[in-house]
């Protein structure tokens, strides 16, 4: 029987009906499905076993096949965006540290262990893959073992494309624009996606100072007086300090070749890159970041910290200036040459970068004539995404809110409320959700990069843990961290190079090019996303179409197994924040 599964996909604002043809499903996968790093001893732990009549489960050590815990599986229902009918395998009361696996029926789980460091691994993983994602530089094998590589894309000569030329650099300028981070799987570098990437590890950093300043990712800095994390974030910042124009505080929206190269190492990237046209949402985006950088990194280098800020300024008069210059790809290309078809990353409302920037600016500076109350009293706020960044702006004013005397304490607990208003549905379905989960379980939440998507809600999740001290929160984000870790519909652990099925084939040019068999480790893969099947790998290549299954671990599948460093920026907030804050660990 041919039929057609309907739902909405909501993306940066833009609504679409989509459809997804249910007529070649995949044979099921039996196998229990466990986070296949593993749980913390007195933390909750599910395994989730789908289309089964068994009623019983065990637990077992990994080596030796002892039987350590016995139990009844319990009824879950249909989990309606796989399309599957899933038991729940609770053994939370099991605590023995140790290695195990679930099984059911004769059939085994990955392994998986049960102990209090059992995150720390991927916590470090999921940071130190921006280390791999440098330009400009060679990675050295002392860090990067393995996957060390030659250096690409120095930026010492990049040109003024057309689109963004002015009286004082005409088209042809040839300026220096090195280091920042590759944005994804491609080589280009994109001030927007930056936005939101940079804000999330340094939101990171002012929640969990103590934590990252204990920690030790084993990069070219780390003998150095500032926490890692806000070295490899000091990276990707020179670089965005040069994508200001000097003449007049507009920020270029992207350094970029005209098209995507193939799939080579850096080095062997060598066409000509541009900076292309200076627009409202990336100079706004620049603005906050640069408001944000100037309070933290104040205390470590002061001058530098001076120097953000007087651009966050220049670009925050820019862009009052300039209200509406928005970025027009296509448009673009039919005005200027050479086409310019990469990442686009446009947008068609600067709202939310307008409200994100001026709360940056007014926390860091105390001046009220960045603040608009409005911009979180009178507008929606969802979970935030590259192109819908007004949450930024909320989590800041909350976590500022005690040093903000010019708002009153009735606005701080309204701000409050708000935040946990953004999650406390989502918290509350996932404690009877089929997979026991406050992301996967309605249609919605597949989209091009699901999974960060899912980091972002586990994000906001253990922001309520902060405010609250209610521990159903924090359990209600580990269950975010056990879905990226392959308790979820396809089984696969999302973050390579951690976990017994990890994705192997990620959508990224050096781990494609480099000849080794493992991808560069750490990075977070797009995940699920029903969308644009039919312009990857051809419909054909995905078995299974269901919204929570709609994925292949395969090279040319950029639309659900590509990698970019947004996806990864909430999943270290996630993890790190979860080890930070975990309440029953040892110190």
Not at 136 to 143: C, D, K, R, V
Not at 523 to 536: I, R
Request: glycine content about 8%.
């Amino acid at each position: 029987m041919r039929y057609q599964i309907f739902f909405l996909v909501i993306i940066g604002g833009w609504i679409t009906l989509t459809a997804c043809d249910a007529t070649t499903q995949s044979e099921p996968d039996l196998t229990p499905k466990v986070n296949q790093l593993g749980y913390y001893p007195e933390a909750e732990k599910y395994a989730i076993v789908p289309d089964t009549d068994a009623n019983d489960f065990v637990i077992k050590k990994a080596e030796g096949g002892s039987v350590v815990f016995e139990g009844e599986l319990e009824d879950a229902g249909r989990n309606i965006p796989s399309g599957e009918e899933v038991k729940v395998a609770d053994f939370s009361a099991f605590t023995t540290p140790g290695n195990y696996v679930v099984e059911v029926n004769g059939q085994s789980s990955p392994s998986f262990e049960i102990g209090e460091d059992v995150l720390a691994p991927v916590t470090d993983g999921v940071l130190k893959a921006y280390y791999f994602m440098r330009a400009s530089t060679p990675l050295e094998e002392a860090y990067a073992g393995k996957w060390a590589r030659a250096a690409g894309h120095p930026d010492t000569a990049v040109m003024v494309h057309a689109s963004a030329a002015t009286e004082e650099r005409p088209e042809g300028t040839i300026i220096s624009s090195p280091k920042g981070w590759y944005d994804a799987g491609d080589y280009n570098k994109y001030v927007v996606n930056s936005g939101i990437s940079t804000y999330t590890l340094l939101f990171a950093y002012e929640q969990f100072p103590d934590f990252f300043e204990a920690q030790d990712i084993n990069i070219p800095e780390s003998d150095n007086d500032l926490p890692d994390i806000l070295d490899e974030s000091l990276w990707n910042l020179r670089w965005l300090l040069t994508m200001q124009d000097p003449n007049d505080g507009g920020v270029y929206h992207k350094l970029t070749t005209a098209s995507f190269e193939g799939a080579v190492m850096p080095d062997e990237a060598t066409s000509q890159r541009y900076v292309v046209m200076k627009n409202t949402p990336a100079t706004l985006d620049f603005a906050a970041m640069m408001a944000q950088v100037a309070r933290v990194y104040e205390p470590f280098l002061p001058e530098f910290a001076d120097s953000a800020l007087a651009a966050a300024k220049e670009a925050w008069q820019w862009a009052e200036e300039n209200p509406d210059v928005m970025y027009r790809q296509w448009d673009m290309n039919e005005e200027y040459e050479p086409d310019v078809v990469t990442g686009a990353y446009g947008d068609r409302d600067v709202s939310d970068e307008r409200f994100w920037a001026g709360a940056e600016l007014f926390i860091t500076t105390g001046d009220t004539q960045y603040y608009n109350p409005d911009g979180w009293k009178e507008a929606d706020i969802n979970i935030p995404s590259w192109g819908g960044v007004r949450a930024l702006g909320l989590y800041s004013l909350v976590h500022h809110r005690e040093s903000l005397p010019e708002i009153s304490g009735e606005d701080k607990e309204a701000l409050v409320e708000t935040l946990l208003e953004l999650v406390d549905e989502r918290v509350e379905e996932g404690e009877t959700a089929p997979y026991r989960s406050p992301f996967g379980y309605e249609n919605e939440d597949f989209f091009w990069g699901s999974n960060g998507h899912a980091g972002n809600v586990g994000m906001a999740i253990l922001q309520a843990y902060q405010l609250t001290g209610d521990e159903q929160y924090y359990e209600s984000a580990l269950r975010v961290a056990d879905y990226l870790l392959g308790l979820n519909p396809t089984g696969y652990s999302y973050i390579t190079g951690f976990g017994d099925k990890p994705v192997m084939n990620i959508h990224h040019r050096p781990s494609e090019a480099d000849g080794i068999e493992d991808p560069v480790p750490g990075l977070v893969s797009g995940g699920p996303n029903p969308n644009n099947m039919n312009q990857d790998c051809g419909e054909e290549a995905y078995p299974n179409h269901y919204p929570a299954m709609a994925f292949i671990d395969d090279w040319c599948s950029y639309s659900t197994n590509e990698i970019t460093i947004n996806w990864n920026a909430p999943v270290v907030y996630l993890f790190s924040g979860l080890e930070a804050l975990h309440p029953r660990k040892p110190n």
